[in-house]
C-alpha cells in the first residue's frame, strides 16, 4: 500500500488505500454474518444478531491489543483450523456418506465456471494489502524466497481447501443454508466444527480491523503529515469502524450470499487495474527500486502529488471491464454474448499491463532524449 504512492503519487494513491478500507470493511462485515450464523446453529437461544455482536467484541478485543496478539492469535488458530478442516472432510466422505448421485449432480456452465474463477483470483488478488502490512515488519535479512513461498502457500492452502469443502458440503443441500449443511453432515463433530469456525472468523476479523484502522490512519497522514497517530487513535478508529461493519452485518444479513457476490464482482473490477499497474511497475519498469524517503513526504517527493499515467491507465482499466461486467446489478453487452460469462477481470489485466509498460517506456525514452 506505502509502494502505491510510487506508482500513483502521494494524494493518487489516496483512492487505492480507500478502496483497500472499502474492501476490509466489506470483508469483516460478511466475516460477522457468517460468526453470527454460526453460533445461532449450534446454540438457537443466540440469535443471529447477537452471535454478530459476539464476533465483533471478539474482533474489537484482539485488535485492540494489537500486532502481537492477533499474531498469537492466528498461529493457534491456523493449526486449530487445519486439524478440524481435515477431521469435518473425513467425517462427511466416510461417516456422514456422500450422496449416490453425488457426481452427476448439477452441470457444467461457462458462466458458472468463469463465476467461480472471478471469486477465487480476487480472494488470492485481496490478499495483497495484507501481505503489504506484514511485509514492513519484516527484518531486512529476511530471505525473499522465503516471504514468497510462506506468503504463496498460506494464501492457496488457506482459499483451496475451505472453498471445496463449501463446494462439497453445498452439493449435497437443497435448501442453500451452508452452515446448517454443514452442522448436518459433521454429526457429532458438528458443536466443535462451528465453534472453531467461529473462532477462527473472530481471527480473520480482527486482522481486518487491524489493517484497515491502519490504511484509515494513513489516509489521515497522508494530508496530515505531523500527525502520529498512537495506540489510542488506533482504538478509537476500531471502534466506530466496528460500529459501522455491525450495522452493515445486521441489516445485509438477509440477502447475504447476493449482496457478498455483488461485493466481490464489483472490488474486482476496481482491484485489477490497480494490481496491473503495481506489478508491471515493480517488476519491469522500476525493477524493485524505489526511492524510499518520498512514500513518507507529503508532496510525493519524485514521484509527486500525482502520476497522471497510472491514474489514466486505472481509470481506463475500469472504462475497458464495464462491456463484460456481469452481476444482478448490471451486464454488459459482450458479457451477454458469452451468456452471462464474466471475463472482465482478465480484460482489465490485458490492457492495462501494456499500456502503462508502453506509457512509462515512452517516458523514460523521451527524458534519455532530452538529457542527450
Known sequence: MVQTRGQFGSYGSVLVVALVVIMYIGFLASNLVLGGQSLHAIYAPVSTDTGILVSAVLSLVACAFGYNLIHAYTKVMSWVSGIILLAAFAWIVFVHGLPTDFLARNGFNLSGFLGAISIA????????????????????????????????LGCVLGSLFPMILGILVSICIVDGDLITGIVNMTGGLSSTVIIVFALGIAATNAMNLYCG??????????????????????????????????????????NFLVNYTNFILMLLYVLVPWTAIN??????????NYDVA????????????FNSKAIFC???????????????IYTGPAANMLGGADISWIIGL???????????????????????
Not at 506489478?279 to 524493485?288: F, I, P, W
Not at 492495462?352 to 532524449?369: G, I, K, N
Open 121 to 152: 483470483a480476487l480472494w488470492q488478488l485481496a490478499y495483497a494489502p495484507y501481505v503489504s502490512d506484514y511485509s514492513r515488519y519484516m527484518p531486512k535479512d529476511i530471505s525473499e524466497k522465503s516471504v514468497f513461498w510462506c506468503s504463496y
Open 213 to 254: 484502522v491502519l490504511c484509515t490512519l494513513t489516509l489521515g497522514q497522508t494530508f496530515l503529515p505531523k500527525w502520529s497517530p498512537l495506540s489510542g487513535a488506533r482504538i478509537v478508529v476500531s471502534i466506530v469502524t466496528i460500529l459501522i461493519e455491525v450495522l452493515i452485518a445486521i441489516y445485509g444479513q438477509e
Open 279 to 288: 506489478l508491471v511497475d515493480y517488476y519491469l519498469v522500476a525493477h524493485g
Open 294 to 305: 518520498s512514500f513518507f513526504r507529503r508532496d510525493g517527493g519524485i514521484y509527486g502529488y
Open 314 to 328: 486505472y481509470l481506463l482499466g475500469i472504462v475497458v471491464e464495464i462491456p463484460f461486467m456481469s452481476t444482478a
Open 350 to 372: 490485458a490492457i492495462v499491463s501494456p499500456v502503462y509498460y508502453f506509457l512509462c517506456r515512452t517516458q523514460a525514452v523521451a527524458q534519455t532524449s532530452v538529457a542527450k
